[in-house]
């Protein structure tokens, strides 16, 4: 029996696992050198030496994702504290159904078309700089993607136009059903055109990240592209519902005015439900502007401790549903979120809503969102925020155990958010006295 158990045990772990090297000084001078020669699999691990530049176009093929569990692992490794950077080509970096992938520590930069294709299941993208991309930063192709995170990355100076974003995040609703796309501890900011994040995907859970500066939306939150799906795919195959928790948006274009736009987009309606807790959302234009522009095919959406404010003047128009269409009749909720006094269409549905000329940052003309004692912020939020009855989110996250901070965070560093008394109302929580949740994720 004993050896029997050795056996099973032994059948279950991968064939091989080994440690490959690329740079300058390595048998392999690039990773498509390395994928052309080696089969590689689950639990091996790619080093890549940094203080060096490779050439773009670089294809992660399938052949060599992992396995569940069981990862294959593309590794940037700092030399004199510099990642190593690939630069150039169409798609900088693809991965083309590589899945089970953890890719991370790498500068990417220059793609013409994207700086990464993420087209695989089960991916990790993590510390890592995307930027000078001319088109599309990320973005997640109509088929074969599945489950993506993105973490501890800043990505900048990417987006075109009206149609490419920094981050163009969906599924393959049909290859991978009940993919999750989490999102978290990032800083995505100067957009050059389209939104900071679109994202089509099924699931998403959007954690702790700071958004500054979209050409539109800084948040699109909506549901797959209708013309270019798979067989067998249809509208209401599934909801597509977004968790937002904990982030810091600010919107700073006076030519466009919403911030954040649910449901569709004209060629994609989530029908879905979308929820909004402890966010601080900034409009730093000087014009008016919408939070929440509810477009097309939607079912609920919630808010609660989230403070809307403009700093450099403007009226806050809170929401603006005339071009919703409801799943099933008006579905709104929320509660002890702080508005500016004469903030326009305040839903009547939210309870215990704050209002005054000043929530009580830092030094909002710094950045420093974090409430001030003596202000409206502090020890005012829903301790225990109830969803819609018969709507809520599922897994939906509270209390936010970290805060975002305006800068790329190293692995692991997300800060803390204190406990201490009534939570506060936004994204930061007033540092104290209090017992910082750095034991959660």
Known sequence: MRRLILLVLCAALPVHAATYQVGPTRTYHTLNALFAAVALGADDVVEVDGNATYPGGVVVPEQAGGSDGHPLVIRGVRVNGLRPVISGGGNTVEFRQSDHLVFEGFEVTGGSARCILQGAHDVTVRDSVIHGCAAHGILSTDQFSGSFTLEYSEIYDA?????????????DEIAHPG??????????????????????????????????????????????????????????LVREDQD???NVIVHSNPAFGAVIRVGGDGSGQSKGRARFVNNTILVTSGQDATVFRIFEGIQAVEAHNNVLYASAGGT????????????????????????????????????????????GFANVAALDLAPTLAGALHDAGDDAPQPIPGYAVAAALFPPHFQPKRALLPVGGAIGRAVDGVIDIGAIELAGDGIFANGFD
Request: charged share 20%; aromatic share 12%; with cysteine.
């Open 244 to 246: 937002v928790v904990g």
């Open 179 to 236: 993919s999750l796309f989490r999102m978290q501890y990032c800083y995505v900011h100067d957009g050059n055109g389209g939104n900071l994040l679109k994202d089509r995907h099924e699931r998403s859970q959007i954690y702790y990240n700071w958004f500054e500066g979209a050409a539109y939306h800084e948040l699109e939150l909506i549901g797959p592209d209708e013309a270019t799906q798979q067989d067998g795919w249809s509208i209401d």
């Open 316 to 359: 806050i128009r809170v929401e603006r549903t005339v071009e919703a269409v409801w799943a099933n009749g008006r579905q709104v909720g929320g509660s002890r979120n702080w508005v500016p006094t004469g903030a326009t269409f305040v839903p009547a549905e939210w309870t215990g809503t704050l209002s005054g000329t000043n929530p």
């Open 159 to 171: 987006g075109n136009g009206t149609s490419q974003h920094p981050l163009y995040i969906q599924s």
